[in-house]
């Protein structure tokens, strides 16, 4: 794989004048500003999932053995988000739930329930991002056309 075969991709499509998805790029707004990228390249098509149904929490997405990961993390880590040190620390998702749910048309729930999904958060940093996640969830009801 090299840019050789990115290059002959591109000049295809233009030559066909074929619209595409190919030359489409998905830009996801990192939802952790200042960490270290970890984004994962799941491989997956980028082309725009079939949507019918709004985005539902799973149940028990966490389970209470990744609450305890969180808290052992947080203790020497802190916050991931602000850095500050807390008493409690919430599971929260390196990849929302709801921005997976919207942007591949399913949640992984294999990686929902892997510690590596997660991160520690502290109570303030978890209660903005579930603000900034109900505004993204309900924009995304509205483009969708859900009520
Ligand atoms: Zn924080």
């Known amino acids: 794989m090299g840019a050789g075969v990115a290059i002959d991709v591109a000049a295809a499509v ?15 707004v990192s939802k952790s500003k200042g960490l270290v990228s ?3 390249n799941t491989g997956k098509a980028i082309s725009k999932p079939n949507i019918t ?3 539902k929490r799973p149940s028990n997405a ?3 053995s990744m609450r305890k990961y969180v808290n052992e993390v947080g203790k020497k880590t802190g916050c991931a988000k602000c850095g500050n040190t ?7 998702y390196k990849k929302a739930l709801v921005e997976e749910y ?5 949640i992984d729930k294999t990686n929902m329930r ?3 999904a997660i991160q520690p958060e502290c ?11 109900s505004r993204y969830s309900k924009q995304k009801k509205k483009e969708h056309g859900f009520n």
């Open 38 to 40: 970890t984004s994962k």
């Open 86 to 92: 807390s008493d409690k620390y919430i599971a929260g």
């Open 53 to 55: 149904k709004p985005y």
């Open 102 to 106: 919207y942007e591949t048309g399913t």
């Open 114 to 116: 892997s510690n590596s």
């Open 123 to 133: 109570s303030t940093c978890s209660n903005q991002e579930g603000a900034a996640m």
């Open 14 to 28: 233009a030559t066909d004048g074929v619209a595409s998805s190919v030359t489409k790029s998905v830009n996801v």
């Open 62 to 64: 966490t389970t209470s």
